[in-house]
């Protein structure tokens, strides 16, 4: 079983940043795709970011490229999102999650293991 705690929301203003943590606990996370998702109010779930379990791919929504960066650290089981340049359009709760077969998908049916999400609002 994996479990995946994210950290790192809060209130900011629009240009501002933040970096959020998923803390992961259980087995093989180091071979995991992890992702990064988010919802806001009254809309779906959408895919933010993802990750190869070696760190060396990344892929990005294209409403995020370019101000979001995700990274891991496999040793601290742990992945990140920096969040820059943030715009009122980010607010939604944001949550990681673990593809333990390695699909290195957007979709959200591709993923194992979910968190419980942490809120972001940008305020303009």
């Known amino acids: 079983q994996v479990q995946l705690i994210e950290s790192g929301g809060g209130l900011v203003q629009a240009g501002g940043s933040l970096r959020l943590s998923c803390a992961a606990s259980g087995r093989a996370f180091s071979r995991f795709t992890m992702g990064w998702f988010r919802q806001a109010p009254g809309k779906e779930r959408e895919f933010v970011a993802a990750?190869?379990?070696?760190?060396?791919?990344?892929t990005y929504a294209d409403s995020v490229k370019g101000r979001f960066t995700i990274s891991r650290d496999s040793a601290k089981n742990t992945v990140y999102l920096q969040m820059n340049s943030l715009k009122p359009e980010d607010t939604a709760v944001y949550s990681c999650a673990a593809d333990q077969w390695g699909r290195f998908s957007p979709a959200t049916y591709s993923y194992d293991y979910w968190g419980q999400g942490t809120q972001v609002t940008v305020s303009s």
């Open positions: 990750i190869t379990w070696s760190g060396g791919s990344t």
